[in-house]
C-alpha cells in the first residue's frame, strides 16, 4: 500500500491541535478502561496513550463498535496500538481520540523489543505498512527508557483508604482466582495495614450467623496463602461481572499496577475494593518512583524493633490484656500463624477480639463448671478463630469471678459501649481495642492434622 497523506501518523502533541480533523496515531497504551454497553447494544471502551512528544497525561481514546468482539483486547497494559482515521474531539477542554466503526481501524503490537513486529489484533480496516514497523520498532526503544512522573498525592495507601470512596491504588498483585461460579477476585497487597473498622455486627447474631474470617466463600489454601507477605494488609478486590472477561487477562500476578478509581467498601468489617467500568489499570515497570517509595516504606518498617506489630496499635497496646510468657519471644502476625510450617506451635500476637461465643457471661460455663467459649480474632492480615477452654478460661478471667464482673471484662475485651450509667448499648458499633494474647496450634485428628488445625488462647488475663 502506498504512503498517502491520510495514513501520515501525527504525533500526539500535534495530534491534540487538530481537532475535528480524522488523524492517525501510534502510541503506547498508559491506560486501559474496561468495556462496557450501551442500550443500542453498541459496545464501548477507553484506553490512554502516550509517546515521546505527550507523555505526561496521554491522550484519551474512545472506541465503539457494535459487538465487543470488534474492541481491542489489550494483552498488556505498554503494548503498542496504531490507529488509522481517528476523530479528534474535545471535552471539557481535554483532548481526546474517537474511534469510529465505520471508517477507523487500529492494530496490537506486544510492547516487546525485537525483531518480531507483527500486530496480534487488527480491526477489519487495517492495511499493514512496511513503514509501520520502522515506528513501532522506535516507540518500543524510547517506552524500555521511559520512565513515567507521577503525582504521589494522586494515589492512596491501603492504610489510608476510606469507606464508601473511590481511590487511585498502586499494588502488587498476589493472587487471582475464581471464589465462586462466575465470580473472580483479586489479592493485592502494598505493605501497609488497612485501618480497624468499627464491627457493626451484633453479638447475639454470632450463633447463625458466624463473622466471616474471609470474604471468600471458602479459604484459600496454605500453599496459595505461604505466597503471600505475612506483614501488610490484603485487600480483596472483587471484579464486577460484567467487566471480568475483558480485565482478568491484565491482571498479572507479583507485579506491580496502578489502578484509578477503586471503589472502597467495608464487608462485615474486612476491606475490600470493587473494580468498575470506571476502574482503570496502568502498567508500572519495576522501576517506578511510586513502586520504589513503597518498597522502601517497607523495608524501612521491616527494621523496626517490632516490624509485625500493626501500625494502629502503637506507641503500645490497651492494656486490657496481660502474658505469662516470656515478653522476649517476638510478635508474629495472624498470617504467620497461619502459614506456620508445623501445625502445633505458640505464639505471641496483636490482635483484636471482634466477635464471641458464647457472649453472655452465664453461659460461658458447661454443666462441670469450666470455662468454653469461642473468640475471633483480628489483625490486618488475617482473621481466625480460638477457642478457650477449662484452665484457659480460668487464666483469662482471673479465676471465677462474680458474673457481672466476667460480663464487663468480656464486654471490654469485645469493645462493647457501656453508657455513662453502666448500661449496655447493644446498638452501638464495637470498636475492640488491641490487646496482647498467647496463641497455640494443634490438631484434632491425627490422620489430618492440617485439615483439622485449631486454635486456642492461653496465658493471658484480662485486666480490670
Not at 471484662?409 to 494474647?437: I, S, Y
Not at 496463641?439 to 489430618?448: A, E
Request: aromatic share 12%; hydrophobic share 40%; net charge negative.
Amino acid at each position: 500500500m502506498d504512503d498517502r497523506d491520510d495514513y501520515r501518523f501525527l504525533k500526539l502533541n500535534d495530534a491534540v491541535l487538530c481537532i475535528n480533523q480524522k488523524v492517525s496515531l501510534i502510541g503506547v497504551i498508559l491506560e486501559v478502561g474496561c468495556r462496557k454497553e450501551n442500550q443500542d447494544s453498541d459496545s464501548f471502551y477507553a484506553l490512554t496513550i502516550i509517546d515521546e512528544s505527550y507523555n505526561e497525561a496521554g491522550i484519551p481514546v474512545n472506541f465503539s463498535t457494535d459487538t465487543v468482539e470488534k474492541l481491542p483486547r489489550i494483552a498488556s497494559i505498554g503494548d503498542i496500538i496504531l490507529l488509522s482515521n481517528v476523530m479528534m474531539k474535545t471535552d471539557d477542554g481535554q483532548a481526546y481520540a474517537l474511534f469510529y466503526k465505520k471508517f477507523s481501524s487500529f492494530a496490537l503490537y506486544e510492547r516487546k523489543d525485537g525483531e518480531d513486529i507483527l500486530p496480534y489484533q487488527v480491526s477489519v480496516r487495517f492495511h499493514p505498512r512496511e513503514f509501520d514497523k520502522k515506528l513501532i520498532a522506535g516507540l518500543r526503544k524510547w517506552f524500555h527508557s521511559f520512565q513515567l512522573k507521577e503525582d504521589f498525592l494522586n494515589f492512596t495507601l491501603l492504610k489510608e483508604i476510606k469507606e464508601g470512596q473511590s481511590s487511585n491504588l498502586v499494588c502488587k498483585i498476589l493472587h487471582v482466582c475464581e471464589v465462586a461460579k462466575s465470580e473472580w477476585m483479586a489479592f493485592v497487597w502494598d505493605g501497609t495495614d488497612t485501618w480497624p473498622v468499627c464491627i457493626h455486627s451484633k453479638l447475639e447474631d454470632e450463633m447463625e450467623h458466624e463473622l466471616p474470617l474471609q470474604l471468600e466463600p471458602f479459604p484459600l489454601s496454605k500453599d496459595i496463602l505461604c505466597s503471600f507477605p505475612a506483614v501488610g494488609s490484603i485487600l480483596r478486590l472483587i471484579i464486577d461481572k460484567d467487566i471480568e472477561k475483558h480485565i482478568l487477562h491484565l491482571l498479572n500476578t507479583f507485579k506491580w499496577v496502578k489502578m484509578l478509581n477503586v471503589h472502597c467498601k467495608v464487608n462485615a468489617g474486612l476491606w475490600c475494593g470493587v473494580l468498575t467500568h470506571f476502574t482503570r489499570l496502568s502498567y508500572l515497570p519495576d522501576e517506578d518512583c511510586l513502586i520504589l517509595e513503597r518498597q522502601r516504606s517497607f523495608g524501612k518498617r521491616m527494621s523496626m524493633t517490632y516490624p509485625r506489630l500493626p501500625y494502629w496499635c502503637f506507641p503500645w497496646t490497651s492494656g486490657v490484656t496481660e502474658l505469662d510468657c516470656n515478653k522476649r519471644v517476638p510478635f508474629v502476625t495472624l498470617m504467620d500463624v497461619l502459614t506456620h510450617s508445623e501445625v502445633t506451635a505458640k505464639y505471641r500476637c496483636m490482635v483484636r477480639v471482634v466477635a464471641a461465643f458464647p457472649y453472655r457471661a452465664e453461659d460461658l460455663r458447661c454443666n462441670r463448671g469450666s470455662y468454653g467459649l469461642r473468640l475471633t480474632l483480628e489483625d490486618p492480615t488475617a482473621r481466625v478463630q480460638a477457642f478457650v477452654y477449662a484452665e484457659d478460661g480460668e487464666k483469662l478471667f482471673d479465676g471465677y469471678p462474680p458474673i457481672d464482673i466476667v460480663q464487663r471484662k468480656l464486654n471490654k475485651l469485645l469493645g462493647v459501649v457501656v453508657t455513662d450509667d453502666g448500661m449496655v448499648d447493644d446498638n452501638a458499633p464495637r470498636n475492640p481495642p488491641w490487646v496482647q494474647c498467647c496463641l497455640m496450634s494443634y490438631y484434632i485428628d491425627k490422620n489430618d492434622k492440617w485439615g483439622s488445625r485449631n486454635y486456642r488462647i492461653f496465658m493471658t488475663k484480662i485486666v480490670d
